[in-house]
């Protein structure tokens, strides 16, 4: 079983609760939505370079970086053939910390009886991305304290969809709420003053930390 790997390198991880952290990433190739803002189109395009790797040569570059903390991106990896395999084998090393970035539209439920599970981030996909009609809901119910619901928000429209899901859904009582904008679109200000308007005191707001390190444009950062 090979995996279509169009990217691994180190950095610091912008995104969610390892944020600022050191971290190893490995991005897959291919993806099942079309986001408008997605940053990283060119890791789904059909004809994208990438490199043939097996779990176990993925597994030994991890070890090798010496560094714990591992995001599996993309594209979108849980639709990658054999990912499970892939995340069995990461499971078994306890002395990692694997994070899937996922984009809410796999069920979760298929990966929920790995030994020693990742923490999952999952995005739910709102209206600016044109692509929350691909949401799988019934993930609200699979996510807990050890993983991430990121609202990715790009405009006010998406802020009140957003306000209403964890409402309807009490999803800060049951998993860690981000909100992240949208790269280059709302003002930071606006979320939050949206935020103290609704009294979202279980959101965190977060910033994409590798836009300001290095040109947002740069890969593999
Ligand atoms: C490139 S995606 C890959 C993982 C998965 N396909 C997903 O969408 O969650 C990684 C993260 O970057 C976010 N992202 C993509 N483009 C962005 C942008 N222009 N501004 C802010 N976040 C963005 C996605 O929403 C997702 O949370
Ligand atoms: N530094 C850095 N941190 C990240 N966290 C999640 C990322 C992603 O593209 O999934 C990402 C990324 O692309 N770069
Ligand atoms: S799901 Fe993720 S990788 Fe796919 S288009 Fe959207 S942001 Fe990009
Ligand atoms: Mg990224």
Redesign the pocket.
């Known amino acids: 079983m090979k995996y279509n790997v169009v990217e691994r390198f180190t950095s610091i991880n912008g995104e969610g609760m390892k944020a600022g952290q050191l971290a190893v990433f490995i991005r897959f190739a291919g993806?099942n939505?079309?986001?408008t803002y997605?940053d990283?189109?060119w890791a789904?395009d059909k004809d994208v370079a990438y490199e043939p790797m097996t779990a176990e040569e993925i597994y030994d570059y991890i070890k090798g970086t010496g560094i714990v903390n591992v995001t599996i991106t993309?594209?979108?990896p849980l639709i990658q053939a054999g990912v499970d395999k892939l995340l069995e084998l990461l499971s078994g090393d306890e002395s990692l910390y694997v994070e899937i970035e996922t984009?809410g539209s796999v069920p979760l439920k298929d990966f929920m009886d790995l030994t020693n599970p990742p923490s999952f981030t999952m995005d739910y996909k709102l209206p600016s991305s044109e692509?929350e009609n691909g949401m799988e809901k019934e993930n609200f119910s699979y996510l807990t304290e050890k993983d991430t619901l990121k609202f990715v928000v790009g405009t006010m429209e998406d802020l009140e969809r957003a306000d209403e899901l964890i409402r309807e859904h009490r999803l800060t009582d049951t998993t860690n709420v981000y909100f992240s904008p949208v790269y280059g679109e709302l003002p930071y200000e606006a979320i939050v003053d949206f935020m103290k308007e609704r009294n979202l005191g279980g959101v965190t707001f977060q910033l994409q930390l590798h836009k300001f390190v290095w040109n947002p444009e740069e890969r593999s950062v």
């Open positions: 993806c939505l079309r986001c997605c990283t189109m789904n993309g594209g979108e984009n692509m």
